[in-house]
């Protein structure tokens, strides 16, 4: 099966910019989730989805961050503005229903300038 | 808030070392995952061990899960320069659509030939 995909692999932006992440998750997972990796540091959570509905969002900095899934398949991360500290590799994971394992994309990696 | 600290945080051996990473939490988890991440890619599930006392094997790796289930270990056979990467342990708690994974820092393996 085809795995979870994520683009673009990699953006380079200056502090300030918006810019969005896109991930398609594998087909038939309900449950989509997006993480932070700071270099040196393991996967946060970001926000869980449960079809097209969020179901944790409580670390999210919702003051400049944002996160879709319209239709319950793929989704959008997005951050605006963005800081020094956003720096890092965000990874979009897939899992059939939420107490499944979970399935890594290959991540954006981000800097910001 | 669940922490799962890892040591060591870096080990470098040779090929053919025996080697072991650990898991160490305060805190009780349903279950706990194993994770292995190469460089540029997400990270791919090894093992979970639910079970207090449980322990796994794949091939090389053995895994062993906690009595109180607070900690785990990983431990590698004969380590080959394919084994190198970052090594995540993941604690979960059974929360119905809730379920969250709370990662650990990782343990950055490297086997020289």
């Known amino acids: 099966e085809a795995g979870v995909a994520q683009s673009p692999r990699y953006k380079i932006i200056e502090k300030r910019q918006s810019v969005a992440f896109w991930c398609n998750p594998i087909?038939?997972?309900?449950?989509l989730y997006w993480y932070q990796q700071i270099l040196g540091q393991g996967p946060k959570l970001l926000i869980q989805?449960?079809?097209?509905?969020?179901?944790?969002d409580s670390q999210l900095p919702k003051d400049r961050f944002s996160a879709e899934r319209l239709k319950g398949v793929d989704s959008t991360l997005k951050i605006q503005p963005a800081k020094l500290e956003d720096s890092a590799v965000y990874l979009c994971?897939?899992?059939?229903?939420?107490?499944?394992?979970?399935?890594f994309g290959d991540g954006t990696r981000l800097s910001i300038l | 808030t669940q922490l799962l600290e890892q040591s060591p945080q870096f080990l470098s051996i040779q090929e053919g070392e025996n080697l072991t990473v650990y898991c160490n939490s305060s805190?009780?988890?349903?279950?706990l995952q194993w994770y292995r991440q190469e460089p540029g890619e997400g990270p791919v599930l090894l093992v979970t061990?639910?079970?207090?006392?449980e322990v796994k094997k794949l091939k090389r790796l053995t895994f062993q899960f906690g009595d109180a289930r607070k900690d785990s270990s990983l431990h590698i056979t004969a380590a080959q320069t394919g084994d190198t990467g970052l090594y995540l342990c993941a604690g979960s708690n059974s929360g119905g659509s809730n379920y969250k994974l709370t990662f650990g820092k990782g343990t950055l393996l490297t086997v020289n030939p």
């Open positions: 087909s038939g997972h309900a449950t």
């Open positions: 989805f449960q079809n097209n509905g969020v179901v944790d």
């Open positions: 805190s009780v988890f349903s279950s």
């Open positions: 994971a897939s899992s059939p229903r939420p107490n499944q394992p979970q399935h």
């Open positions: 061990v639910v079970t207090g006392g």
